[in-house]
């Protein structure tokens, strides 16, 4: 089994994120499903899309780096992190390079653009 595999069941598994607005609801595995295979990338380039809130230290210190973050884009261009925020600032922190999955929303289905734009 290879590294996305199991990051695949791990997500599977453990998270019950979703977004919902009125009639549409979206897991994060349905986003997972959309969503291309991970690449690392510097965590630098997304700190303007962190959102500005105070975050408990031990969340950072604990945030598994082995898991990708995943983000949307449009036009070629990060728009918001959906799921990683404490992942985002533990890799900044110690300067490490994280793995990245992105949705790419000019592709996406209608309901994934209106819910994510």
């Known amino acids: 089994m290879n590294d996305s595999q199991l990051i695949w069941e791990a997500y599977e598994q453990g998270l019950d994120t979703h977004w919902q607005d009125g009639d549409i609801n979206i ?47 449009r036009g070629g261009e990060a728009t918001k992190i959906l799921d990683g925020q404490h992942r985002i600032v533990k890799a900044i922190k110690t300067n490490q390079p994280i793995s990245v999955r992105y949705l790419d929303l000019d592709n996406a289905p209608v309901e994934y653009q209106q819910m994510f734009s």
Request: glycine residues 0%; hydrophobic residues 35%.
């Open 27 to 73: 897991s994060l595995s349905d986003v997972l499903k959309l969503a291309s295979e991970p690449v690392n990338t510097d965590p630098s380039q997304f700190k303007n899309l962190l959102i500005n809130v105070s975050r408990d230290e031990k969340r950072i210190d604990n945030a598994d780096l082995s898991y990708p973050i995943v983000v949307t884009r």
